[in-house]
Every structure is written in structure tokens, then in C-alpha cells.
């Protein structure tokens, strides 16, 4: 069984920075993609940025720039580094692991971008 929890949203400045954690209290993460995804009210849940096995690293167009995700696999934790923030990046923010055709999310964490 794997938990992701995240940690790191709150309200920013647009122009400022967060940085998202996601750390996994279940199993060891050593394989699979790790990602970031965000939905907001009456819209679909789309992929903010992703990382597989290599460091190979996708980004979703709105944020290609901006967002750095990472991983450390010792520590079980994937983060997402936002610079440059918009109000339109205001969102609940979610940790998602994918293996072996499953997925795991993380509860979700609120992203508020003020103008």
C-alpha cells in the first residue's frame, strides 16, 4: 500500500515562488513515473509536469519555463519547484505515481496565486 502526501501550497504573489513536496509513506518509490497534475472548478485535471525512470522530465505547455519537477528516490519524495507564478496556475495541486498500469494519488493541495 503507498500514501502520497503533499506539502508546500499556500497563497503566493503572482511573480513568486512555491515549492511542492510529495513524500510517499508507503513503499519504496524505485520505479514508475512520478507527476504532478492540478484541476480547478468545471475544468478537467490536467498534467502539470511528469519524471520517469532516467530523469526524462515532461511539462505541460503552460508552465515549460516556469516548473522544475524532481526526485530523490532514498527519500521518497518527488518535488515540483514553481517560479514565476500566475494567477491562472491557481489550483489544487496533485502527486500522482504511476507502476505497472496503476496509479496512486496524493490527497491534493491548494495553490492560490493573487494578483
Known amino acids: 500500500q503507498v500514501q502520497l502526501v503533499e506539502s508546500g501550497g499556500g497563497l503566493v504573489q503572482a511573480g513568486g515562488s512555491l515549492r511542492l513536496s510529495c513524500t510517499s509513506s508507503?513503499?519504496?518509490?524505485?520505479?514508475?513515473?512520478m507527476a504532478w497534475y492540478r484541476q480547478v472548478p468545471e475544468r478537467q485535471r490536467e498534467l502539470v509536469a511528469s519524471?520517469?525512470?532516467?530523469?526524462?522530465?515532461n511539462y505541460g505547455d503552460s508552465v515549460k519555463g516556469r516548473f522544475t519537477i524532481s526526485r530523490d528516490r532514498a527519500l521518497k519524495t518527488t518535488w515540483l519547484k514553481m517560479e514565476s507564478l500566475k494567477p491562472e496556475d491557481t489550483a489544487v495541486y496533485y502527486c500522482?505515481?504511476?507502476?505497472?498500469?496503476?496509479?496512486?494519488w496524493g490527497q491534493g493541495i491548494q495553490v492560490t496565486v493573487s494578483a
Open positions: 519524471i520517469v525512470g532516467g530523469g526524462i522530465t
Open positions: 500522482n505515481w504511476r507502476i505497472g498500469g496503476l496509479d496512486y
Open positions: 508507503g513503499r519504496f518509490l524505485s520505479a514508475g513515473a
